[in-house]
């Protein structure tokens, strides 16, 4: 069992190849993976109107897809009974104590702007709460509010716990909140819902080349393929760090029925607005990821690079 099919597989290289070709994307690198057959794939610059190719090692911000990474780092501490997922946190986060009924904060990551973690959470706790809690589930802020209490519950900062429990242990050596390798980040753009141009929303020397002020659980990581394929593999393995740590799986998105060519029932992963997309399918003992330059028009994957890379992806399989 070879996992794909060559002459399928080539035809994953040909559609990115040909959205890259279009515009519908400036840079991407993609990885599946599938019984021990590893593909891997680039096309595009860096940014565009350049002549700097994407390589293997290109950085690209992974907004959303931060967060399973940040419910690891957690299940970590629930491991080591520092904390539990059914007591409250008031003992780490006292901010939000006797709250009155978080918003929810919108738009793309911006690492620069947000305050310090303290500040923030003093000025988060004054805001009331939109709904009851235990009523509906809230995108985003939840994820950042769980940084700043792992950070709490470990006596460390965000950042350096991540590195040290999660990163390094699976070798993830590219991944963190900024880079000072700047030539290996290429630009992030957006495209103005109004007129459809598109510009810099991030250049390669912009938030992402500095620590950041916030390091958002949320959204804030930057990342390669083979890093993420390091994450998904552990995932697939059970959840099992190379230290013996165990998850249980929150902190992902799971699919719950197949629509068209779609990842089978019970797959999970997520996806980053500024333009990613990884998941695990145990069913088909696949781990595939796709990067690329350009964020989401809306807040799901648009019909282009990304889905076209999971339809043709599943279609390259040998069996």
Same mark, same amino acid.
């Given at each position: 069992?070879t996992?794909?099919?060559?002459?399928?597989?080539?035809?994953?290289?040909?559609?990115?190849?040909?959205?890259?070709?279009?515009?519908?994307?400036?840079?991407?690198?993609?990885?599946?993976?599938?019984?021990g057959?590893?593909?891997? %794939?680039?096309?595009?610059?860096?940014?565009?109107?350049?002549?700097?190719?994407?390589?293997?090692?290109?950085?690209?911000?992974?907004?959303?897809?931060?967060?399973?990474?940040?419910?690891?780092?957690?299940?970590?501490?629930?491991e080591?009974?520092?904390?539990?997922?059914?007591?409250?946190?008031?003992?780490?986060?006292?901010?939000?104590?006797?709250?009155?009924?978080?918003?929810?904060r919108? %738009?793309?990551?911006?690492?620069?702007v947000?305050?310090?973690?303290?500040?923030?959470m003093?000025?988060?706790?004054?805001?009331?709460?939109?709904?009851?809690?235990?009523?509906?589930?809230?995108?985003?802020?939840?994820?950042?509010?769980?940084?700043?209490l792992?950070?709490?519950?470990?006596?460390?900062?965000?950042?350096?716990?991540?590195?040290?429990?999660?990163?390094?242990?699976?070798?993830?050596?590219? @991944?963190?909140?900024f880079t000072?390798?700047?030539?290996?980040?290429?630009?992030?753009? %957006?495209?103005d819902?109004? @007129?459809?141009?598109?510009s810099?929303?991030?250049?390669?020397?912009?938030?992402?080349?500095?620590?950041?002020?916030?390091?958002?659980?949320?959204?804030?990581?930057?990342?390669?393929?083979?890093?993420?394929?390091?994450?998904?593999?552990?995932?697939?393995?059970?959840?099992?760090?190379?230290d013996?740590?165990?998850?249980?799986?929150?902190?992902?998105?799971?699919q719950?029925?197949?629509?068209?060519?779609?990842?089978?029932?019970?797959?999970?992963?997520?996806d980053?607005?500024?333009?990613?997309?990884?998941?695990?399918?145990?069913?088909e003992?696949l781990v595939?990821?796709?990067?690329?330059?350009?964020?989401?028009?809306?807040?799901?994957?648009?019909?282009?690079?990304?889905?076209?890379?999971w @339809?043709? @992806?599943?279609?390259s399989?040998?069996?």
């Open positions: 069992m996992g794909f099919d060559a002459a399928r597989l080539a035809r994953v290289h040909d559609v990115i190849a040909g959205h890259v070709a279009k515009g519908n994307s400036g840079g991407v690198a993609w990885l599946a993976a599938r019984d057959q590893v593909e891997v %794939g680039t096309a595009g610059t860096l940014t565009r109107g350049e002549d700097r190719a994407v390589a293997r090692d290109t950085l690209f911000r992974i907004a959303s897809m931060t967060k399973p990474m940040t419910a690891v780092a957690a299940l970590i501490l629930v080591e009974c520092r904390l539990r997922l059914d007591e409250p946190v008031n003992a780490w986060l006292p901010e939000l104590a006797d709250r009155r009924v978080l918003v929810d919108s %738009g793309p990551p911006e690492p620069q947000p305050p310090e973690p303290d500040e923030w003093r000025r988060v706790s004054t805001l009331p709460l939109l709904c009851q809690p235990g009523e509906r589930w809230l995108y985003n802020t939840g994820s950042d509010l769980l940084g700043v792992i950070a709490r519950a470990a006596g460390q900062p965000l950042h350096a716990f991540l590195r040290e429990r999660v990163f390094e242990p699976l070798g993830m050596v590219d @991944t963190g909140f000072k390798e700047v030539a290996r980040l290429g630009s992030s753009y %957006g495209v819902p109004a @007129t459809g141009e598109r810099v929303y991030d250049p390669p020397d912009g938030q992402w080349s500095r620590p950041p002020a916030f390091p958002s659980a949320a959204g804030g990581l930057l990342s390669t393929v083979d890093d993420v394929h390091a994450f998904g593999r552990m995932l697939l393995d059970n959840g099992r760090l190379p013996g740590s165990q998850g249980w799986g929150f902190g992902v998105s799971v719950v029925r197949r629509v068209g060519v779609a990842r089978s029932v019970g797959s999970y992963g997520w980053g607005g500024l333009g990613s997309s990884w998941a695990n399918d145990p069913t003992r595939a990821i796709v990067l690329t330059t350009d964020a989401f028009t809306g807040p799901f994957p648009p019909p282009t690079t990304i889905q076209d890379f @339809t043709s @992806t599943y279609a399989f040998d069996d």
